[in-house]
């Protein structure tokens, strides 16, 4: 239970960020049609969607210093308590921002918009990259902490690379997507859609392994930093 208080006060420091979410979420949208139609925007902008998130979940790390931090070491928890709060905020940040994309999926489909079954498969795999993603800056962020010598640098690159990293390749393998339809239109390509059931199954797959390695870098965070607690 006091790892959900922790959460929540993680929550309460990053308010602010929160108020900017839907114009976010809005841009998101424009650049997804932006890049292309129907289904294939989705994917961009659920890409352009957990890029943000990959940004803006490891916030409490930034607003964990000086006053705050002394304030949240004299509340009554264990090191183990402090991280699995953090992480649980960091999954519920990345979870939430998933809902919303597929809210937007549902108004497509309510709108009639062909929704093939291997685009959501893909769908899935984004957000099992951006739950990884937010894992691994996590792990970063606990293991070797503040105040070295450029680490503000450091910290920028590690919170924009990886999520940058993966809305550039959506862009890129969507515009591929467009070349293979294109080819098997003409009978001389790869039947996406025939693959739709095992697309499905490695989405599932690479959601239920992304929170596994999730906790295995909780735990990790956890018996590294010791009484070192950064947050």
């Known amino acids: 239970m006091r790892a959900l208080h922790f959460m929540k006060i993680d929550y309460m420091l990053t308010r602010k960020q929160m108020y900017f979410m839907p114009l976010i979420f809005v841009m998101a949208w424009v650049v997804g049609m932006g890049a292309a139609e129907g289904a294939m925007s989705l994917l961009v902008t659920c890409s352009y969607t957990f890029f943000v998130a990959s940004i803006f979940s490891t916030a409490p790390f930034g607003y964990c210093v000086g006053k705050n931090r002394g304030f ?7 090191v183990k308590e402090r991280v699995a709060g953090r992480f649980l905020y960091g999954l519920s940040f990345v979870a939430l921002l998933g809902i919303l994309c597929a809210a937007l999926w549902g108004v497509y489909a309510l709108m009639g918009c062909e929704l093939p079954l291997w685009t959501v498969a893909i769908g899935l795999c984004e957000l099992a ?5 937010m894992a691994l800056e996590f792990l970063f962020f606990y293991l070797f902490g503040e105040g070295k010598e450029n680490w503000q640098y450091l910290s920028n690159i590690v919170r924009i690379a990886p999520g ?6 959506m862009s890129y393998f969507v515009g591929e997507i467009d070349e293979i339809q294109s080819t098997t239109d003409a009978g001389t390509g790869i039947d996406l859609e025939a693959m739709a059931g ?3 199954q490695a989405g599932v797959a690479a959601i239920v392994a992304s929170l596994l390695l999730t906790a295995v870098a909780a ?3 956890v018996k590294a930093i010791g ?3 950064y947050a």
Not at 129 to 133: A, D, K, N, R, S
């Open 227 to 229: 009484r070192r607690d």
């Open 129 to 133: 990259v951006g739950i990884l993603i």
């Open 198 to 200: 095992k697309f499905m």
């Open 164 to 169: 940058m990293a993966m809305f550039f390749g």
């Open 72 to 78: 949240l070491l004299l509340l009554p928890a264990t």
């Open 219 to 221: 735990a990790v965070c």
